[in-house]
């Protein structure tokens, strides 16, 4: 049993420590996230224009003005001006001290009708917050309570009939969450899969498998491996989630999109049911591609077979979306290889019934022992097989 | 009994028979020749001897019995494919090729040093196994099977690519085991290799064994009828030699039959030859294996 620990440990510390997982493996994923958020920020600074806005009331409305609340974080205060004349507004706009002036004119309040004047274009963000700013004056002698839900809107909660599950029309990450979950899995388990079928592959090709195999069984050896392979894929998720929530927490505050992001039970449930054996079993059958194959690239092309199944589901988003119930959607989470993203995705629009979630993580389970059976079996015919292909036809072969 | 037992040994790979009907024996504390031109079933008989390969028929006992997981602990093996993990340093290599067999890293560290030193690869042992040379890899190849101080040692091809410096190196270290008591199989082709540090040997050609036995029994057998004189003096016409040879210096003399080199020898000193050497001829065990192997090519 030690050994097989040994083997766990060389694996890890083999893969973990080097500088190819810090930058491709562990950094890809936080900096995609990051390049995006920065691509947002930037959208943001680009769109929002802070010079002050001017408005000429002929109504009487904003005679004596309330302040509207201030705008939410990356969003910037713009400052709104009053003017006596259409002719001071313009004059203002002219010399650039404004970016526009509305007008509310004297039947503002019968017909609702007010005009604008701008030279460049005026920007959503400071438009959205002309507009606030009327109607915090439209409902200053409404009680605060209507006033604040007429500008909030309403939040509409699809609730399951038990009370176990429900979905905000205004929190959209219940429906994305279990679905990136699904995708970052995926995307460990393939990058993880190819260290462990890289480093079959270069075992056999270096020539260390015969030393190998003379002190630790084949069935250790392999168990080994994939152990310290999910190993792997487990601390680069780990630190993926670390490097994902801790800006979370330090923005929560600020930005109130990120209050609603929560991980529902059942998503966990689903991770470590069906995507925790999903993974076992990719990493397996990448070791018994390494284990047939006689050089990496080879093995490359065999990964196909493997990860274009894994993405059908991703493919479908939209049959699933439309449906999530349908038999389409029942049939993929049941085949093994379509069922970790189909399950995830499924858990985000609807409500997955318990004989579902148990049927597949059975099969799951099933189907990553097989597939280290297979591993063991591939391993133990191909690996001495220098410079030649293991047929698959040997591998199921009786004897 | 035995160290190694291996008793009417068969493996094929789909039509060729690899070994045929294969039995010899290795005696503890013994280094055994295992001998054979290339593809004549020598690793494949190290292979099956390892559990490594299952034959389709015949039985192995090793270490006293049928090959297990602890026994792996007590057995080096060097393949002639040799390797070592490329991307990770030499000294943490080794750590990992001893742990495999039961050794604890501080040990495996502890063993590896005076190793290291000997072997000149001290100054290595935090450089990744690709940038040693060949020469340096092979030597770390050899510390990685002798660290856990096996009972059983078995080394295919152990010369293959040394130096002469290193290959006595490696041979005294060979020597060195068989002296502290440890069974070795050397397994190879280089003849005078295997003429110098063996004394008993099996050689195999396609697959069956054709010699075994204790060396200079074997030489004896293949020894001819000759005898070899070395002299200044002219040799003059020997009743019952047949011809003459000239052999590095000296002469061979080929006798007829039911002729004795005693009679030869006395007839020389009757007729005042000044013998410098007088020896009954030995084939090496070069001429030996040639023979064998172009009489087996001959019959097949």
Known sequence: MTKLWHVVWHEYRRHVFTRRFVLAGLMSVPLIILVIVGLIFLIFALDTNTTPLGYVDYSGLLANPVSAPAPEWPDRSVQILRFETEAAARSALDAGRI???????ADYLSNGRLSVVHLGALKDPARTQFYNFLTANLLRNTDPLIAIRLVKGTELVVQSPDGSRSISS???FDVVIPMVAGIAFVIAMFSTGGYLMQAVVEEKENRTMEVIITSVSPNQFMAGKIIGDTAIGLTQIFLWMVFIVIPILAFRNSMSILRGIHIAPQTLLLLVCVMFPAFIMVSALMAAIGATVSEAREGQQMVAMISLPIWIPYMLTGLLMSNP???LALGLSLFPLTAPLTMLMRDGLTILPVWQIALTASIQVISAVGAIWLAGRAFRLGMLRYGK??????????? | M?????????????SVKAIDDVSFTVEKGELFGLLGPNGAGKTTSLRVMLDIFKPESGSVAILGGPMNESKKDHIGYMPEERGLYQDIPLERCLVYLGSLKGLSPAEVKQRAAGYLERFDLAAYKTKKVKELSKGMQQKAQVIATLLHQPELLIVDEPFGGLDPLNTQMVKDLLLEQHQQGVTIILCSHQMHQVEELCDRIVLIDHGKVMLYGVLNDIRRQFSGHAVTVRTSDKIPPLKGVERLEPLNGAVKLHLSPGTEPQEVLRSLVAQNVNLDQFEISMPTLDEIFIRVVQGQAEVA
């Open chain 1, 99 to 105: 970016q526009a002036y509305f007008i509310l004119p």
């Open chain 1, 170 to 172: 205004k929190n959209w």
């Open chain 1, 325 to 327: 119930n349908s038999p």
């Open chain 2, 2 to 14: 035995p160290a190694v037992g291996l008793t009417h040994i068969s493996k094929s790979f789909g």
């Open chain 1, 389 to 399: 292909r293991l047929k698959w036809r040997e591998v199921f072969a009786r004897n």
